[in-house]
């Protein structure tokens, strides 16, 4: 709930402040240490909200049964089919890490 009224409060200053007239008032608070910790939470329940629900995905739709029944006699590719899921969210996950540590963080 912290998170998502930091957000609500940031949408509502979107609107109050003179950012039409003056970018500078944007650019201090983007660059700002208390913006840069929010967003960094925010990210990181968004985050853990999607893995969530992408492991749900996977618990329903890469099970030998369900596999089995779309591709009958394939039962034996779920593991397989789990594995490069799992790999694919890894990548996911390393990528987005990179960018924002590096490109957004490293910025203080």
């Known amino acids: 709930m912290i998170i998502l009224s930091y957000v609500l409060l940031v949408m509502i200053s979107y609107y109050l402040k003179p950012y039409e007239t003056n970018a500078l008032v944007w650019y201090v608070d983007i660059h700002t240490i208390e913006m840069k910790i929010?967003?960094?939470?925010?990210?990181?329940?968004?985050?853990?909200?999607?893995?969530?629900?992408?492991?749900?995905?996977?618990?329903?739709?890469?099970?030998?049964?369900?596999?089995g029944m779309f591709l009958p006699g394939f039962d034996n590719l779920a593991k397989i089919l789990r594995f490069l899921y799992r790999g694919f969210i890894l990548l996911v996950i390393l990528v987005l890490s990179y960018v924002v540590v590096f490109s957004y963080l490293m910025e203080l």
């Open 38 to 67: 929010f967003t960094v939470l925010f990210l990181v329940v968004m985050i853990t909200h999607a893995l969530q629900g992408l492991k749900a995905i996977e618990d329903d739709y890469f099970t030998e049964r369900t596999i």
